[in-house]
C-alpha cells in the first residue's frame, strides 16, 4: 500500500528448507506509474529470503512477453534458468544479488 492505493504484492512460495530455495511471485497493480517499484520490490524481498530466512535461492517465471520484468530481473542478477513458447525460468543466488 502507498497513499491508501494498493501498489502490488509479492509473495516467497513453495519453500524448500532442505534446499534453501523459494518461488518468488510479484505483482504491480497495471495501473500503477511509480518508477522504481519493481527495484524496491526486489530489494526487499532478497533481504527477507537471503538475510531473514536464510535461503541460498529464488526462483521466478516471467512471461516471454513482459520485456521490462525481464529487463529488471537481468539487471538484478538474475540468471535465465530454462524457456518454453511462454514462460523464462529465472533465478537469483544469495553470492550473486
Given at each position: 500500500f502507498y497513499e491508501n492505493k494498493i501498489m502490488g504484492s509479492t509473495s516467497l512460495h513453495r519453500i524448500d528448507w532442505i534446499k534453501k530455495e523459494a518461488w518468488l511471485d510479484i505483482y504491480r497493480h497495471p495501473g500503477d506509474k511509480w518508477l522504481g517499484f519493481g527495484k524496491k520490490i526486489l530489494q526487499a524481498i532478497a533481504y527477507i529470503a537471503f538475510d531473514i530466512a536464510n535461503l541460498e535461492k529464488l526462483k521466478l517465471?516471467?512471461?516471454?512477453?513482459?520485456?521490462?520484468?525481464?529487463?529488471?530481473?537481468?539487471?538484478?542478477?538474475?540468471l535465465e534458468r530454462?524457456?518454453?513458447?511462454?514462460?523464462?525460468?529465472?533465478?537469483?543466488?544469495?553470492?550473486?544479488?
Open positions: 517465471c516471467v512471461k516471454v512477453t513482459n520485456d521490462v520484468a525481464f529487463k529488471l530481473y537481468k539487471k538484478s542478477n538474475f530454462s524457456s518454453n513458447e511462454e514462460f523464462l525460468e529465472m533465478e537469483l543466488t544469495k553470492n550473486r544479488r
